[in-house]
T-cell receptor
Framework: GENVEQHPSTLSVQEGDSAVIKCTYS??????FPWYKQELGKRPQLIID?????GEKKDQRIAVTLNKTAKHFSLHITETQPEDSAVYFC??????????FGTGTSLTVIP | DADVTQTPRNRITKTGKRIMLECSQT?????MYWYRQDPGLGLRLIYY???????NKGEISDGYSVSRQAQAKFSLSLESAIPNQTALYFC????????????FGPGTRLTVL
């Protein structure tokens, strides 16, 4: 099966700085890569996703990049704000069937 | 997302008891999933179902069973609960129409003593 590794497990940044979270996957057939944000005590919610036919996708302050050759993808958050503090999960899937999640990154934005 | 609901939200039980966690959705999605979340381990897939007659094991199905009673309902059972099944359980749905987005329920916190 697929194996998704996520780093770092914890990340602290100053407000206004950028944050980068990286994931690698093992199955070259995976073609859908979502990112979820989970606030304390809440459910995971999709914040951005990317498919294998695209190298980069942006949505305001967040962006995701995908390198299919190296089998890794990254989440970039610019101009971080305290409300960005949460746990972030990456995942990989083949055509939306099974989803394999990374172990999560706890992001703390220090005001 | 109020379209995916889970009951109960919290449950404390004893070793050896049978437990059922229920998930209902009004999103009209065919695909439903059960995950467990443990600190430091992320979300791990227990079972998934693509329609009422299609049930599949995930990464960690041992000790669990499921029932898809209708398109909108997907239940997870622990036949004989054990302490290492203490975790946060999430149900999720997705639309097979190519969008792939998963929508999660609010979670059930299960403690097995």
């Amino acid at each position: 099966g697929e194996n998704v590794e996520q780093h770092p497990s914890t990340l602290s940044v100053q407000e206004g700085d950028s944050a980068v979270i990286k994931c690698t996957y093992s199955d070259s057939a995976s073609n859908y890569f979502p990112w979820y944000k989970q606030e304390l005590g809440k459910r995971p919610q999709l914040i951005i996703d990317i498919r294998s036919n695209v190298g980069e996708k942006k949505d305001q302050r967040i962006a995701v990049t995908l390198n299919k050759t190296a089998k890794h993808f990254s989440l970039h958050i610019t101009e971080t704000q305290p409300e960005d503090s949460a746990v972030y999960f990456c995942a990989a899937s083949k055509t939306g069937n099974q989803f394999y999640f990374g172990t999560g990154t706890s992001l703390t934005v220090i005001p | 997302d109020a379209d995916v609901t889970q009951t109960p939200r919290n449950r404390i039980t004893k070793t050896g008891k049978r437990i059922m966690l229920e998930c209902s959705q009004t999103k009209g999605h065919d695909r439903m999933y059960w995950y467990r979340q443990d600190p430091g381990l992320g979300l791990r897939l227990i079972y998934y179902s693509f329609d009422v007659k299609d049930i599949n094991k995930g990464e960690i199905s041992d000790g669990y069973s499921v029932s898809r009673q209708a398109q909108a309902k997907f239940s997870l059972s622990l036949e004989s609960a054990i302490p290492n099944q203490t975790a946060l359980y999430f149900c999720a749905t997705s639309d097979p129409g190519g969008v792939y987005t998963q929508y999660f329920g609010p979670g059930t916190r299960l403690t097995v003593l």
